[in-house]
């Protein structure tokens, strides 16, 4: 049997639905054998953010380090990377290692507003992570941050989609999620010459929590598996959408996607 297998290089979240939670839930629903490294720590539940701990440098680098050298991973994913030092690891070890699949979600804000990557670190996701990127994959507020661009209409989507690449990744995945009004939530992918539409019916609820960090690892898993990117995403997207269409309904706030229902469901 070949075991395929992900890392994942993100922060915790104790309410389960996002961060390294949701990849590692997400890999495991996907066949993938799930590893991670630590970024930081969050005190975290459906309403909000209420502590940031992060780790140093030299434990996010050991992480890497350990499982790097001895079970390969087919595909990586980062999520919550906090700050410059620990963007210029990942950057570094994507090299040392000759990551091919390196799927960067830049997250930098929490639904519930919360940062978590430091204003003057986006500098740092431009110059050291983009280039080593294979697929990056913002939402709109982090894609305009990332730009500078406002990206209220397709092509100005499509503008910054070109200008992302132009940074060094591969793939651009600009999500949809954040685009409210429209009945559908589509996503654009730019493989440097040509777009492809990823649509799926909007959902009216509150239950977003942990999205992206979902979403992007179903992608990774599938990369894992060897799958084109076209295709990872493609099951991806039929992932989270069954994810949101299906809420848990626990916590009081924003609830977490339902990582069993892509599978058919939780155990009842
Ligand atoms: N309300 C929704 N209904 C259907 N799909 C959604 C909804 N919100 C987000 N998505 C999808 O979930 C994935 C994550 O997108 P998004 O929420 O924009 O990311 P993030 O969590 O990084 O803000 C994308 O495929 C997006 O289209
Ligand atoms: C540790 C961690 N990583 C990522 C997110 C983003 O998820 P969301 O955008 O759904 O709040 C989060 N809230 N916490």
Redesign the pocket.
Known sequence: MHVHKALTI????SGG????Q?DLKTFQELSVFGMSALT?I?A?NTLG?SGIFPLSVEAVAAQIDAVASDLAPDAVKT??LFDRGIIACVSEKACLYGWEKLVV?P?M????G?P?LKAESIDAVKTLLLPVTYMLTP?IPEAEVLTGLSLTTIEARKEATRMLSSFGCRYVLLKGGHDDCNEYSTDLLFDGTSFTEYVGKRVHTQH??????TFSAAITAELAWGKTPWAAVDTAKQFIQAAIEQPLGIGAG?GPTNHWAYRGGVRC
């Open positions: 993100a922060g915790s979240d639905g996002a961060g390294i949701a930081a969050t975290q953010v999520g919550m979600d997250v804000i929490a639904k519930g919360a978590l939402n977003t929590h942990g999205t992206g960090c924003h």
